[in-house]
Nanobody, 120 residues
């Protein structure tokens, strides 16, 4: 069994910053790509950023220059530094990981989500 647990969401004013964390635990051999997605009310879940085990990254155009994804492979943890927040960044942010378990199974796992609300 593998779990991904996010933390770091909250209420923030426009222009503010947050740092989201997502820690994976359980029967993990290694984690391939890890990423952050978000879902705003009434909208579909969308990719925000992702990072490979080697550190290659890609971002949604709407967050380039404001968000930074990073990871600590030793801790099976991925981070999302969010700067210059805008009201349109308000959403539930979900962590995702492509996990190789100790039994050799590849599987896609999701966290439970953390709410980010930008208010003025």
């Amino acid at each position: 069994q593998v779990q991904l647990v996010e933390s770091g969401g909250g209420l923030v004013q426009p222009g503010g910053s947050l740092r989201l964390s997502c820690a994976a635990s359980g029967s993990i051999f290694s984690i391939n790509t890890m990423g952050w997605y978000r879902q705003a009310p009434g909208k579909e879940r969308e990719l925000v950023a992702r990072i490979t085990s080697g550190g290659s990254t890609n971002y949604a155009d709407s967050v380039k220059g404001r968000f930074t994804i990073s990871r600590d492979n030793a801790k099976n943890t991925v981070y999302l530094q969010i700067n210059s927040l805008k009201s349109e960044d308000t959403a539930v942010y979900y962590c995702n990981g492509i996990v190789i378990t100790i039994t050799g199974t590849w599987r896609n796992y999701w966290g439970q989500g953390t709410q980010v609300t930008v208010y003025s």
